[in-house]
């Protein structure tokens, strides 16, 4: 990372210097004695030889310098030991400087002291002693005066000043003789010793001169003296000296990267000026690269040190920018390989680096970074606003991390808050990824180490958090903090999990639970250390779903009963909680027994591989083998008490079997047990006569195998019915009965023998293919004909049968759907069939059954009582359908397709009803399966895989019917609308992510996942990857109903509803249609495709858009995919048969629209879209105008789109007001405007709120004025605000005619919404505005007068209609109007215009103009008074607040204007 920079050649330069010394010694040593002369050539001789030479004689010493030292009271020792003072120092110097001056010889007895100064240091010993403190005199003398340190014998010279220059001249000349000679025996530098002489004087003489010299040592020094004397400089000069000596350190950094750390010590603590501190700060960051890592700490520091607040956040940046933090810790590769060559021997070891050693320089530059953080609020500020920047991915670095961790960790100037936001922020917006966070743990875990407090804490708030995009992060936080720290805090992050699982809200138990699971999985010896945290949420179970309740019971099983089995400690535990679950009488426990203990056997009997071999015939040790069998009967006699448990038991076997491994053994015995069990409980041979006592006549039904030959049946009516009859029975007695047969068991257990043939054959349906086609023994469905004439219980019996019925094939669906040959695809698709027939009977039977709960299909949730719809609800959507109110996609009318459909392939004739019975069948209404949902039984994904199967239309009946067989299976309409909606249901659950939310405290009985069992166990990524298989056979089928209503249009001349329309295939293709399109537009909403690592399978699924309008869709770009995909949808708009599914058209076009890195291309052509849909007429199949709450909430969709993704909305709003709405009051009171047709008097309201609302939120986005705009800037800015105030004139005048309490809502509630933001930001527009463009300013304070008035009699109007839903606005609207008042007021002060304003009394009045008479005002007909040009008057405490609502008036130029301006000058007291 560093370069070598050219340095001093410190040699040279020092004998250079020594050179120059020797010089100014020989002009000196003319005016000197012999004594200078001797002690001159001792110094050469020590110079070369640097041998210790003799003592100079004693009298020689004794001359000056002695005798004034002695009679000063130091006395000089010669044998090595410390020179003694017998006073206080200050004495001392005291008595030296009195000596000199009163000397007759003075002042060249100084000379003499100091030359006697010189030859006593010329001995090396003499001069260390002078430069070590002085001892106290321990003799009974005056020693009691000697404090207990005193200075060394140079440092008390030092502080005389006379002497002060001579000295430091002394000591400068004898520094160089030292400069090679190190620390020597003693440890000493004597350098550095004579250099910490100069520090803290009292006074510099001549700092200048110092400083001079110090500089010139600098230059010819050793790096560590240059080191030592650098970083004394603060210490030793005065604050006159620091600016200039900055100045020459500054070059001399540039010059000598080797100094840079003592080089910015010394300047951090100079007195420099802000201007040279920010030359300085720039130079250091042009050579940041090349600095050594050990010395990156001190140059942070220095960089962060006193930054002004205007330099700030461009010196963070810039540090950010030039900070490498990934160039200074070595990959994990080198690490270790550097930590192989180290262990070879001690020679590489010396030479290779610590591994730790870098961390530890990152921690160091982490701690300055933090300090500067601490201590100044603008450089917290400026690392937020510099990470908020980024606006790349790759762009962002380890250390934007490492610095909103510091800032969570610190939390000065509330800087957590702002991490903690701006972190969210980053990783909703996917700036800032999970990568990212690898490396950072990867290669600083011990830096990170240190703050893994704020880790956790900013994982755990993450994880709370209602955003789903967040939500994964926290997990990666969780994760990496497990993997990469120490025992503790892995035990404060599974404490962390642990906590958010018992905190009972939804997606935080999930992603916790997820999170334990996949350390369970990857690190299972250090997760069986916190084992018996993880067991404490079992008793926090009671608000977990099942899905969570199998994860908790699947980890705690993996832990305890694993391969290796970790956590063996907590077996005896798990089998005492199974046990207590299992023998309670309370389902709900019961349930949650059930479900752990098949997560048990699970795990105890999973596939056990030793290395690569697994063994034929199971490797399970056989006391394990027999614990799982004894669990097992455990489980099978505990459910055994009620069918639900037995169900449940069946139901998670299957479960078990579909996810896991298991031991041979283990599986054959269940497989053995299941086949017996299915065939002696359920199945039955068929017999020409059914023997028994039923509630009606038992009939085989819908057999599709070959009727010659005996075959079996399913024996569901006679069971139903026993069934029935044994609840009746166990209710009288209260003895307990024997083991009963079920036939709420039927399908789960159908569904466990299929999946355990499944394993046994690999797939293989061979051996229970007889179950797909064979009969039910049922009734005949004549019987719903009679419907009125049975009884309460009969109709509640044929409801359960037709349950069990749909459920039975449904199941069977779920078993054969993925079979190949052509004859099961048939029966597959007849079965399909089957079920959209039935549940049409099925409509009609509850219909006629009202309060019927019926039989639970899914078992592993709460019941499901809480969920049934009232019996008159269904009634009343019954009856609305029939006046042409449009219903969403159903399996309702479908018995007349399937009908149909039925005869173009082989099914059973019992299914073909007369064409009378179908007529009489439609005009019974029914009522709609959406709230019966959780009582079937959920499909699988892979039933959707019957989707590639081609549409079964009208031209292709009449072309086949009767001429041959069918080759080829195809779906029908109603089968094709019955898997959309189911799709749906599946995608909305899977795809769409809910906020989380926590549970309320009143907890409702209805789950949203009750019948998504199966799918919770597939990942979003799955079920998206999923989806993107079927989407050529979705375009196919999307296609096929293009085609099926561009043929209509043509046969019709254009129009819908024409008599060759059938109004039944015409509700099913649009349902189909309006599916298909829902489906597109939430497969392309998944949240998951903004990831990463799920673009190319976004880019897969634009491509199959793109393939049908254009070949080679692999080598387009991502841009290119969106622009085809979007021509290619937009080619359906010509056949949207409704307006609910031109709204979903809309919405899929403006989903796939996002999905490029340029959505704003496509505005233009969605607003063109919308219009168009707006611009047309809707009719239904029978010819009438679509209308109704539901074609309202759609119209309101579709013209929020249009004004959102038009250019100018205040010109759209214009056209719509302008010309279409004066069109409809033309027009006759059932027609619509000619250019809108969607806007007649029924939507009108629809219009006005959308119209009012886009307008308001339009005036927002007009830019804010500017001190800097220009004249015409302002001019534009003008115009735009005169537009809307004419809009909103316009708008608020319509209420004369339109005067319905919505109408008014919207107009009180928009209307002030508007005046708040005309005030916000329209005002301060027209005080800038008002000199330049006095005209245009008035105009619109004249319009938007009219706006306020309106306002106000609309406010008069609602009090007197004592309507709240009115009144609730007038407060907060009357406020407005009185600031509003006093805000022209205030702008016609401010341009000296005050006496064109004045304030009058203004009346009450209705919306037809006429004035509301209070008590009083009819009592007595005094005429209102105005003030003409004087203060607001109040009213006196009696009178009535409503007629004193004040008008204001303004004058400009000579011109009387009614000003625009109406508030009440009292507040509403009423």
């Known amino acids: 990372m560093c370069h070598s920079y050219p340095f001093i050649d410190v040699a040279k330069a020092s004998v250079k210097y020594f050179a120059v010394l020797m010089m100014r010694k020989k002009r000196q040593s003319v005016d000197k004695g012999e004594g200078a002369t001797a002690a001159t050539k001792a110094k050469k001789s020590r110079s070369t030889g640097r041998q210790p030479k003799e003592p100079a004689p004693e009298e020689t010493n004794e001359s000056v310098?002695?005798?004034?030292?002695?009679?000063?009271?130091?006395t000089l020792k010669q044998d090595g030991t410390f020179n003694e003072i017998a006073v206080d120092q200050v004495v001392f110097q005291k008595r030296i400087k009195q000596k000199l001056q009163k000397s007759p010889r003075y002042p060249g007895i100084v000379q003499e002291f100091t030359s006697g100064l010189e030859s006593h240091i010329e001995d090396p010993e003499r001069f260390r002693n002078s430069l070590l403190p002085c001892v106290p005199q321990l003799s009974d003398g005056d020693s009691s005066c000697a404090s207990s340190f005193q200075e060394s014998l140079v440092r008390m010279l030092l502080g005389i000043e006379m002497l002060q220059t001579v000295v430091i001249n002394i000591l400068l000349e004898k520094l160089p003789e030292f400069m090679f000679d190190g620390t020597g025996d003693v440890g000493l530098s004597i350098p550095r010793?004579?250099?910490?002489?100069?520090?803290?004087?009292?006074?510099?003489?001549?700092?200048?001169?110092?400083?001079?010299?110090?500089?010139?040592?600098?230059?010819?020094?050793?790096?560590?003296?240059?080191?030592?004397?650098i970083t004394s400089l603060p210490e030793i000069l005065e604050d006159s000296q620091h600016n200039d000596i900055a100045r020459e350190l500054n070059s001399l950094l540039q010059e000598n990267t080797q100094l840079t750390v003592p080089i910015l010590d010394a300047l951090s603590s100079l007195n420099v000026s802000s201007l040279l501190l920010t030359e300085v700060r720039g130079a250091v960051m042009a050579t940041l690269a090349a600095v050594q890592l050990e010395d990156l700490p001190v140059v942070v520091k220095f960089i962060l040190h006193a930054v002004s607040a205007s330099d700030a956040y461009e010196v963070v940046c810039n540090l950010r920018k030039k900070l490498e933090l990934e160039h200074c810790v070595l990959p994990p590769v080198l690490q270790a390989t550097q930590s192989r060559i180290k262990s070879k021997g001690s020679a590489a070891s010396t030479s290779a680096p610590a591994a730790g050693s870098s961390q530890d320089s990152v921690t160091l530059i982490l701690d300055g970074i933090k300090s500067a953080v601490r201590f100044q609020k603008t450089i917290s500020e400026a690392w937020i606003k510099a990470i908020e920047s980024v606006d790349e991915p790759e762009d962002h670095k380890v250390i934007d991390l490492l610095v909103?961790?510091?800032?969570?960790?610190?939390?000065?100037?509330?800087?957590?808050?702002?991490?903690?936001?701006?972190?969210?922020?980053?990783?909703?917006?996917?700036?800032?990824?999970?990568?990212?966070?690898?490396r950072t743990f990867r290669d600083y875990s011990q830096v990170m180490r240190g703050y893994f407090a704020s880790i956790l804490a900013l994982a755990q708030t993450l994880l709370r958090s209602p955003d789903p995009c967040v939500v994964p992060f926290a997990g990666h936080m969780y994760r990496h903090s497990f993997t990469a720290f120490d025992s503790y805090c892995q035990q404060e992050v599974v404490g962390s999990l642990v906590t958010h699982v018992c905190s009972g809200v939804g997606g935080e138990v999930d992603m916790a639970l997820e999170l334990l699971c996949g350390l369970v999985t990857e690190k299972p010896s250090e997760m069986a250390l916190y084992a018996v945290f993880v067991k404490g949420i079992l008793d926090y179970m009671d608000n977990l779903t099942p899905q969570q309740i199998r994860r908790l019971f699947h980890l705690l099983s993996r832990l305890a009963f694993g391969q290796q089995q970790q956590g063996s400690h907590i077996q005896d535990d798990m089998h005492i909680v199974i046990r207590k679950q299992l023998s309670s009488t309370v389902p709900k426990y019961k349930r949650i027994g059930i479900i752990g203990a098949v997560m048990i056997v699970g795990s105890m009997g999973a596939l056990r591989v030793n290395g690569k071999e697994v063994k034929q015939n199971g490797s399970l040790p056989p006391e394990t083998f027999r614990q799982v069998i004894a669990l097992l009967e455990l489980l099978k006699s505990s459910s055994e008490s009620s069918p639900e448990a037995t169900a449940l038991y069946y139901d998670e076997l299957a479960n078990l079997i579909q996810s896991t491994t298991l031991d041979p053994q283990v599986q054959e015995s269940i497989v053995n047990s299941v086949v017996d069990d299915f065939q002696a409980d359920f199945v039955v041979d068929v017999e020409p006569e059914i023997s028994g006592s039923f509630p009606f006549p038992a009939h085989v039904m819908y057999n599709l195998e070959d009727q010659s030959k005996e075959g079996i049946a399913i024996n569901l009516l006679p069971l139903l019915a026993e069934d029935i009859q044994n609840k009746e029975k166990q209710q009288s007695q209260t003895q307990k009965s024997h083991k009963r047969v079920s036939p709420l068991c039927l399908s789960p257990f159908f569904r466990l023998l299929r999946l355990c043939e499944e394993k046994q054959h690999h797939g293989d349906l061979e051996e229970i293919d007889g179950l797909l086609g064979c009969p039910l023994i049922l009734t005949d469905m004549d019987i719903m004909e009679k419907m009125e004439s049975l009884s309460k219980a009969e109709r509640e019996f044929l409801c359960s049968l037709l349950f069990h019925t749909i459920n039975w094939f449904r199941e069977v669906i779920n078993a054969f759907c993925t079979q190949k040959e052509l004859e099961m695809k048939m029966k597959v698709m007849t079965r399909l069939q089957n079920i959209t027939y039935l549940q049409t009977l099925l409509e009609k039977a509850l219909a006629a059954t009202p309060g019927y709960v019926p039989p639970v299909a899914n078992f592993d949730g709460e019941s499901t009582d809480g969920i049934i719809p009232s019996s008159n609800a269904p009634m009343n959507k019954a009856k609305k359908d029939g006046t042409g109110k449009k219903r969403k996609a159903s399996g309702k009318n479908s018995s007349e397709s399937s009908s149909q459909l039925e005869e173009g392939t082989e099914v059973d004739k019992s299914l073909q009803e007369p064409p009378e019975k179908e007529k009489e069948k439609e005009i019974r209404p029914g009522v709609s399966l959406v709230s019966y949902r959780p009582f079937f039984r959920e499909l699988d994904t892979e039933v959707l895989s019957m989707l590639q199967c081609g549409l079964l239309s009208r031209s292709?009946?009449?072309s086949e019917l009767h001429t041959k067989v069918r080759e080829e299976v195809l779906l029908g309409s109603a089968e094709l609308v019955f898997l959309l909606a189911d799709m749906q249901r599946k995608l909305e659950f899977s795809l769409t992510a809910a906020p989380a939310k926590r549970a309320p405290f009143l907890k409702g009985r209805t789950d949203k996942s009750v019948g998504f069992s199966h799918l919770q166990q597939r990942s979003s990524k799955d079920v998206a990857s999923y989806c993107v298989q079927l989407l050529p056979a979705l375009c196919s089928h999307l296609e096929n109903c293009h085609n099926h209503f561009q043929t209509l249009l043509s046969e019709n001349n254009g129009m819908m509803d024409g008599p060759a329309t059938d109004a039944h295939e015409h509700e099913l293709m649009s349902s189909g249609y309006q599916l298909l399109l829902q489906v597109l537009n939430t497969t392309f909403s998944w949240s998951g495709f903004s990831q990463p690592g799920q673009r190319s399978l976004l880019k897969k699924?634009?491509?199959?858009?793109?393939?049908?309008?254009?070949e080679g869709g692999a080598e387009l770009t991502l841009e290119q995919l969106v622009k085809h995909s979007f021509e290619y949808l937009l080619n359906f708009r010509s056949t949207v048969p409704s307006l609910s599914i031109a709204l979903c058209l809309s919405q899929l076009l403006s989903t796939v629209s996002e999905k490029g890195g340029n959505p704003a291309a496509y505005r233009e052509q969605t607003a063109s879209l919308a219009k168009r849909f707006l611009s047309q007429e809707w009719v239904t199949a029978s010819g009438e105008r679509e209308r109704g709450s539901k074609f309202n909430e759609v119209l309101h969709s579709v013209l929020s789109i249009y004004l959102e993704h038009v250019d100018d909305v205040i010109?759209?709003?214009?056209?719509?007001?302008?010309?279409?709405?004066?069109?409809?009051?033309?027009?006759?009171?059932d027609e619509s405007s000619s250019s809108w047709p969607t806007l007649n008097r029924q939507t009108f309201p629809v219009f006005y709120k959308v119209l009012m609302a886009e307008l308001e939120k339009a005036?927002?986005?007009?830019?804010?004025?500017?001190l800097c705009d220009s004249s015409e800037t302002q001019r534009e800015k003008l115009l735009k605000w005169s537009l809307a105030v004419r809009d909103f004139h316009m708008l608020l005048n319509l209420v004369k005619v339109f005067d319905s309490r919505l109408v008014l809502n919207v107009s009180l509630k928009y209307g002030r919404l508007f005046l708040e933001s005309f005030l916000k930001l329209a005002m301060p527009l027209l005080d800038n505005s008002f000199k330049r463009h006095k005209d245009d300013v008035q105009n619109l304070l004249k319009t938007f007068q009219l706006s306020t008035r309106q306002l106000h009699h609309m406010c008069g109007h609602s009090k007197n209609s004592q309507d709240t839903s009115l009144t609730n606005h007038v407060p907060a609207l009357k406020k407005s109007l009185e600031l509003f008042v006093y805000r022209v007021k205030a702008m016609l002060t401010l341009h000296n215009c005050q006496e064109a304003f004045w304030i009058g009394n203004l009346k009450n009045r209705n919306l037809k103009g006429e004035e509301i008479l209070s008590q009083r005002s009819q009592e007595s007909d005094e005429d209102d008074e105005e003030v003409h040009r004087s203060p607001p008057q109040r009213e006196e405490p009696g009178d009535e607040v409503e007629e004193s609502d004040s008008e204001e008036s303004k004058k400009v130029n000579g011109k009387d204007d009614v000003d625009p301006g109406d508030s009440t000058e009292d507040s509403d007291s009423d």
Do not use: Y
């Not at 909103?404 to 980053?426: C, D, M, P, Y």
């Open 956 to 958: 292709v009946l009449d």
């Open 1211 to 1229: 010109k759209a709003v214009e056209e719509i007001t302008g010309k279409g709405i004066p069109e409809l009051l033309s027009a006759s009171k």
């Open 404 to 438: 909103l961790f510091i800032l969570h960790s610190t939390n000065a100037n509330q800087s957590r808050r702002g991490a903690e936001r701006v972190l969210k922020v980053k990783v909703r917006t996917g700036l800032i990824q999970e990568t990212l966070l690898q």
């Open 193 to 229: 010793i004579i250099i910490n002489q100069l520090k803290w004087l009292d006074r510099v003489v001549d700092s200048k001169e110092l400083a001079t010299k110090l500089m010139e040592l600098v230059s010819a020094a050793p790096v560590e003296v240059q080191r030592d004397i």
């Open 1101 to 1110: 699924a634009l491509g199959v858009l793109a393939g049908r309008l254009k």
């Open 65 to 74: 310098f002695g005798v004034f030292l002695r009679e000063a009271g130091v």
């Open 1259 to 1266: 005036t927002r986005k007009i830019p804010a004025v500017k």
